[in-house]
């Protein structure tokens, strides 16, 4: 099994929402900063949010601040995505990695290659 899956991804119209779940197996999600990344086919990976194991504050890419809130419930070992507002340019494959960090220069990047996810596909489309 693979130490972290997501789920809640899906079809949805442009305008609308979803929330997207990460469940970490095998380890505590507690001790570490996890993020979310996104990768559309033919673009490179983006890094999306990125939430910190130690006060819970949250940094956003550009491109999702104020539409997409990342949010963690350390009782249930798993990070959150609330994705609103959503338009076409937001569709990829959504996955979650850990150690995410953020720069003002470089944005949201995970350390070394990362524990990642198998992703789960978001396509919104009318």
């Known amino acids: 099994q693979l130490p972290l899956v997501e789920s809640g991804g899906g079809l949805v119209q442009p305008g609308g929402s979803l929330r997207l779940s990460c469940a970490a197996s095998?380890?505590?999600?507690?001790?570490?900063?996890i993020g979310w990344f996104r990768q559309a086919p033919g673009k490179e990976r983006e890094g999306v949010s990125c939430?910190?194991?130690?006060?819970?504050?949250?940094n956003y890419a550009d491109s999702v601040k104020g539409r997409f809130t990342m949010s963690r419930d350390n009782a249930k070992n798993a990070v959150y995505l609330q994705m609103n507002s959503l338009k076409p340019a937001d569709t990829a494959v959504y996955y979650c990695?850990?150690?995410?960090?953020?720069?003002?220069?470089?944005?949201?990047?995970?350390?070394?290659?990362?524990?990642w996810g198998q992703g789960t596909q978001v396509t919104v489309s009318s």
């Open positions: 990695a850990t150690e995410c960090y953020y720069s003002s220069d470089y944005g949201i990047n995970v350390v070394g290659v990362g524990t």
């Open positions: 095998g380890f505590t999600l507690d001790y570490y900063a």
């Open positions: 939430i910190s194991s130690t006060d819970g504050s949250t």
